[in-house]
């Protein structure tokens, strides 16, 4: 269906300088209900039909995963390393990360608020992208230079998934046992995944999620 809200990526700010946007979603909650009824050729004889159909498959045990994976999102996302290296342990879908072998790093960095030391925090990561950028002003390539830098450092990624794997990501990355920082970006995605997919996302709410959080 292209982009979501015309052609105006929809983004949520999340931490101190990152975000998370929804940039193409395909099927919707269309394409879960063509992917259960094509199984017994059958029809909706009102749109509560579907609507019902939805929330049977979300709640029935075992699940019915397969319908949910014809809907496909790709999301852009601009968070700290340590989120980004915890959000790809998650082999379920594909990703494609800003290389810092090829580009030069951006002196952006996460600064948790509320805690000591965010001064002595701050001055190690400005030494950090001070040697940085003097090792490649020496001639290091970038790929040996970036070593310097700490894993607070903003990266960016494109992150391609069905609706069956965003969900699956969202139950673990919600808990409250999740790190705190991923948790605000797997809120924020449900936010948006509410918008997209509203029937789905609903039925996900009340049966899968709740029992999480």
Same mark, same amino acid.
């Given at each position: 269906?292209?982009?979501?809200?015309?052609?105006?990526?929809?983004?949520?700010?999340?931490?101190?300088?990152?975000?998370?946007?929804? *940039? *193409?979603?395909?099927?919707?909650?269309?394409?879960?209900?063509?992917?259960?009824?094509?199984?017994?050729?059958?029809?909706?004889?009102?749109?509560?039909?579907?609507?019902?159909?939805?929330?049977?498959?979300?709640?029935?045990?075992?699940?019915?995963?397969?319908?949910? @994976?014809?809907?496909?999102?790709?999301?852009?996302?601009?968070?700290?390393?340590?989120?980004?290296?915890?959000?790809?342990?998650?082999?379920?879908?594909?990703?494609?990360?800003?290389?810092?072998? =090829?580009?030069?790093?951006?002196?952006?960095?996460?600064?948790?608020?509320?805690?000591?030391?965010?001064? @002595?925090?701050?001055?190690?990561? *400005?030494?950090?992208?001070?040697?940085? *950028?003097?090792?490649?002003?020496?001639?290091?390539?970038?790929?040996?230079?970036?070593?310097?830098?700490?894993?607070?450092? =903003?990266?960016?990624?494109?992150?391609?998934?069905?609706?069956?794997?965003?969900?699956?990501?969202?139950?673990?990355?919600?808990?409250?046992?999740?790190?705190?920082?991923?948790?605000? =970006?797997?809120?924020?995605?449900? /936010?948006?995944? @509410?918008?997209?997919?509203?029937?789905?996302?609903?039925?996900?709410?009340?049966?899968?999620?709740? /029992?999480?959080?």
């Amino acid at each position: 269906m292209g982009l979501l809200w015309g052609d105006i990526m929809k983004r949520i700010p999340v931490l101190d300088k990152g975000w998370v946007q929804l *940039e *193409e979603c395909m099927g919707g909650d269309e394409a879960v209900i063509r992917g259960a009824r094509i199984c017994y050729q059958s029809h909706a004889q009102s749109p509560e039909d579907d609507v019902r159909l939805i929330r049977r498959l979300m709640k029935s045990e075992p699940k019915h995963n397969t319908v949910f @994976e014809h809907a496909v999102f790709r999301w852009g996302v601009k968070c700290p390393i340590f989120v980004a290296r915890q959000w790809m342990r998650h082999r379920i879908g594909s990703f494609n990360e800003k290389s810092l072998r =090829y580009c030069a790093a951006s002196r952006e960095y996460y600064v948790p608020v509320d805690e000591p030391h965010t001064d @002595e925090y701050i001055r190690h990561m *400005e030494a950090g992208f001070d040697l940085y *950028e003097k090792l490649i002003a020496a001639g290091w390539k970038k790929e040996r230079a970036r070593a310097v830098l700490g894993l607070g450092v =903003y990266t960016e990624f494109i992150w391609t998934v069905n609706a069956w794997s965003l969900m699956n990501w969202l139950t673990k990355r919600i808990h409250p046992s999740a790190q705190w920082e991923h948790r605000q =970006y797997a809120l924020s995605v449900l /936010q948006l995944y @509410e918008e997209a997919m509203p029937i789905t996302a609903q039925a996900f709410k009340e049966f899968v999620l709740k /029992q999480v959080i």
